[in-house]
């Protein structure tokens, strides 16, 4: 119970372990605060033979509302991490802008500050002020340089320079311009799955993957598509094996055809055309041809005889809402998230329309996604100042064309078709077992997730099935006005009536 704190403070144990001298802590205890410490981001971002030398030499400090950390002007002795609380970055001397402005700039737990302040022994240019009661992991430039921090410090500088001087894009920058590129730069690690950026369209930096690589995603919004509007309704007619009436702005030129033959020749008689057709070839044969021909609706073409009734509209018991393109299942607006791209070690992202004129910008947002990456952030203003001429010439080369929304709806719609028609083949073929393998029992949880909840079943419209959506576990402002789905089940003809030859299971193709 030593490291249990209430609402998230530093614990009592952690708490009396930085209190004490860097030279007092022992092997164990360096190694317990830099485990508690993992929960910060900014912390985690650094190698581990740094993250054991932070973890030696911080001390931990407790501010309260208002309390200035930072002054701007004054010289800076030491950079902090930020455990708990927020802290507002200002450019006045006293920080009271920062209770004024609507918007200010802040730092919440996991941020740290001040790190150029201890590597050069230059000025603060700004001014750090505590928003509420903030908890602080301080280290001070005696202590970081007695237990040769920075030397670590300059070999991870060091790994960076190498890595932006393998660049093609950096060839012709100095080597000066390159340390200032290395020092304007922030490591960030992410682990597998993680979210590194909502929109790195509109993001103010630069990213470049240093280790690892991560996707670019695109959430769609599958409404608006009107290929994804045909083909639910085409797939909606194989219920129960009834045709339905489809509701398409535009049939297909057969449809139309047949429905013209229908609507104009609905109780006509064509069968005297093969009477003169039998008798001119029966003629010169010198055979009298007088045998009456039945002429009832059975023997009538089945397109245009009189049996021939309209198709019956089939009407969906559930509710409908309006699009753009006509009515559509309310079950069926849903939306995906869809790859799109993903990043490799050595490339970056967000400049792919940096020099761009605004009015032809993408602005559609893109989302990036970790597969386990290290990146390098830099700002783009910064990173604008620094490049020369060969490197705008190069960057005016570089362009990457993403895909349109409606053909990431169509990639999607077929690999949904592929999934299901791959399910359906492998239960086909593969024999079942004769007895099933033992499970054991267990109960049921009522937990936050369900498989079936990402799966929109279009076969359960017309039953009455309690809906599994998935419980985000979010605020509420950041929960999606949309369904989330990764796959769509529509109901197909079987396998067996397409290729009857492979009626039994275990028959291999």
């Not at 911080?58 to 950390?69: A, C, L, P, Q, T």
């Not at 470049?208 to 991560?214: A, R």
């Not at 490049?387 to 990431?408: A, G, H």
């Not at 073929?429 to 004769?434: F, G, M, S």
Request: proline letters at 6%; aromatic letters at 10%.
């Amino acid at each position: 119970m030593d490291f249990v704190a209430e609402e998230g403070h530093f614990p009592p144990k952690a708490m009396h372990i930085a209190q004490k001298l860097p030279s007092w802590r022992t092997e164990s205890e360096i190694q317990t605060l830099c485990n508690l410490l993992q929960v910060l981001d900014s912390y985690r971002n650094y190698s581990e033979p740094l993250q054991l030398l932070l973890a030696r030499v911080m001390r931990f400090e407790r501010f309260g509302r208002r309390r200035v950390i930072v002054k701007k002007g004054q010289r800076g002795n030491s950079f902090y991490f930020i455990y708990l609380g927020t802290v507002a970055v200002t450019e006045d001397d006293d920080g009271s802008s920062a209770f004024l402005d609507t918007h200010p700039i802040l730092l919440h737990k996991g941020d740290c500050f001040g790190e150029l302040g201890v590597l050069t022994p230059s000025l603060r240019r700004a001014t750090v002020v505590c928003m509420e009661e903030t908890e602080l992991l301080v280290v001070d430039r005696e202590d970081f340089l007695a237990n040769k921090l920075d030397q670590e410090f300059q070999k991870d500088a060091q790994h960076r320079f190498e890595f932006f001087r393998k660049m093609d894009l950096f060839e012709s920058l100095s080597d000066e311009k390159l340390w200032k590129l290395v020092t304007l730069g922030k490591v960030e690690k992410f682990s597998y799955g993680q979210l590194i950026s909502k929109d790195f369209v509109e993001s103010s930096s630069i990213m470049f993957v240093s280790k690892g690589s991560c996707e670019v995603l695109r959430l769609i919004d599958l409404r608006t598509s009107p290929f994804y509007y045909k083909w639910i309704w085409q797939h909606l007619e194989l219920i129960d094996n009834r045709p339905l009436k489809t509701h398409l702005n535009e049939p297909s030129p057969v449809e139309r055809f047949k429905e013209f033959q229908i609507k104009s020749y609905p109780v006509q008689d064509f069968s005297f055309l093969k009477l003169k057709h039998l008798q001119n070839s029966w003629e010169p044969k010198g055979t009298s041809f007088s045998r009456r021909i039945n002429t009832s609706g059975n023997t009538l073409p089945k397109m245009l005889g009189p049996k021939i009734k309209s198709r019956n509209p089939h009407s969906l018991k559930c509710s409908m809402i309006s699009t753009k393109y006509g009515d559509l299942p309310e079950e069926a607006a849903v939306g995906a998230y869809i790859k799109i791209h993903t990043v490799e070690e050595g490339e970056t992202v967000g400049l792919h329309q940096i020099l761009l004129p605004e009015n032809e910008h993408d602005m559609r947002p893109l989302i990036l996604v970790s597969l386990g990456a290290e990146m390098i952030r830099v700002r783009k203003e910064k990173f604008c100042e620094l490049i020369d001429s060969e490197v705008t010439e190069k960057l005016s080369r570089f362009k990457v064309n993403y895909p349109s929304d409606e053909d990431l709806c169509r990639k999607f719609l077929q690999q949904s078709s592929w999934d299901s028609f791959r399910k359906d083949l492998l239960r086909l073929l593969v024999k079942p077992r004769q007895r099933p393998p033992f499970t054991p029992i267990r109960p049921k949880k009522k937990g936050i997730y369900s498989p079936k909840s990402l799966i929109l079943d279009l076969c359960s419209f017309n039953k009455e099935t309690k809906p599994c959506h998935t419980v985000f576990v979010a605020p509420q402002k950041y929960l999606l006005p949309l369904r989330i789905v990764e796959a769509i089940t529509a109901p197909r003809y079987k396998i067996q009536e397409l290729l009857p030859q492979y009626k039994n299971a275990g028959v291999l193709v």
